[in-house]
């Protein structure tokens, strides 16, 4: 198990490695929120808030925010939580492989198991990280965790981007943890007058 935590988040690190024009863009941002404009339609990515890493060139994913659903959690692999553990909210995290469990936490110290998205807020899918974050009662407001991730093949995202379908803003960390009702709403009435012009034409140059 751990062996096979290892090696997906290697291939995360690889995916985000190749992804990076939007953060560039934006000086010291190390990730991004797209915010979905209201033309963009589907049960996804409909009114979402989604956090990507991008670090380069080429294909890019990222974990929706704001989608909530009762589903049960179980550890990376399927196995039960352990019996002291919590038992969070889950959220889609988007809609490729949506049985894979992946989390976000949010600590003062390096987690030697998973990638620094944020400063203090981490991804990783280490089910001891996991098991340990739950057995700690670790508050809403320092641990998500996601069913499945969002992905766009080199180039997808940036037409996306410039047909106005997203805006385009530096990730904080509060907000990744925030209450997800409300949320885009919130981020809209925000940012709405600003389009981040030189970010999304940056991106569209670079993946386009």
Known sequence: MRLLSVVWLFLV??????AGAA????????????IAKPQVKGPFFRR?????TPHGKGATIGLILNRPTDIQLTRPGGDPLPPSAANPVVYVGGPVDRHRT???????TPIAAGLELVEGVYMSESS???DEALTTGLPK????????????????????IKRDD???VPAQADLIFA??????????????GGRWVDALDSLAAENG
């Not at 690190?13 to 190749?18: E, K």
């Not at 953060?23 to 929120?33: H, N």
């Not at 992946?102 to 003062?108: A, K, N």
């Open 166 to 168: 997203w805006l385009v």
């Open 23 to 34: 953060v560039q863009a934006l000086p010291g941002a190390k990730a991004v929120f797209l």
């Open 13 to 18: 690190i690889v995916v985000l490695a190749q």
């Open 48 to 52: 979402s808030v989604v956090l990507v």
């Open 102 to 108: 992946l989390f976000l936490v949010r600590s003062p």
């Open 179 to 192: 209450e997800p009702e409300g949320l885009w709403e919130r981020l809209m009435m925000e940012h709405r």
């Open 128 to 130: 001891e990280v996991l």
């Open 141 to 160: 407001t320092e641990l998500r965790v996601f069913k499945g991730y969002s992905s766009w093949v080199k180039g997808q995202l940036a037409r996306e």
